[in-house]
Nanobody, 126 residues
């Protein structure tokens, strides 16, 4: 099991940037694929980005491709999501998640992620 805590959310103007961080604890972190998901009010939770256990392969939702970058530092037990060129439609609660299902590229299915953080709010104003 992996315990996850997200941070870095906040209020930013459209076109701005934020960097989210997910601090993990637990021995299985370095052997887990990681993902970022988001959920806006009234909408389903959606996949944003994923990264394999080694960091070698990443995947992105089409809506964020080219703007967001997921990365991990297994030595520090962290996963990050660099968000650039933010749009109001990016506003959501962002969740970090871990899965022991080591698909390549990482799965976009939320039900394959067993461990979740508490979420961090990202609000993008226009």
């Amino acid at each position: 099991q992996v315990q996850l805590v997200e941070s870095g959310g906040g209020l930013v103007q459209a076109g701005g940037s934020l960097r989210l961080s997910c601090d993990a604890s637990g021995r299985t972190f370095s052997t887990s694929n990681m993902g970022w998901f988001r959920q806006a009010p009234g909408k389903e939770r959606e996949f944003v980005a994923g990264i394999t256990w080694s960091g070698g392969t990443t995947s992105y939702a089409n809506s964020v491709k080219g703007r967001f970058t997921i990365s991990r530092d297994n030595a520090k037990n962290t996963v990050s999501l660099q968000m650039n060129s933010l749009k109001p439609e990016d506003s959501a609660v962002y969740y970090c998640a871990a899965t022991r299902v080591l698909r390549v590229p990482p799965t976009a299915r939320s039900n394959e992620y067993a461990d979740w953080g508490q979420g961090t709010q990202v609000t993008v104003s226009s």
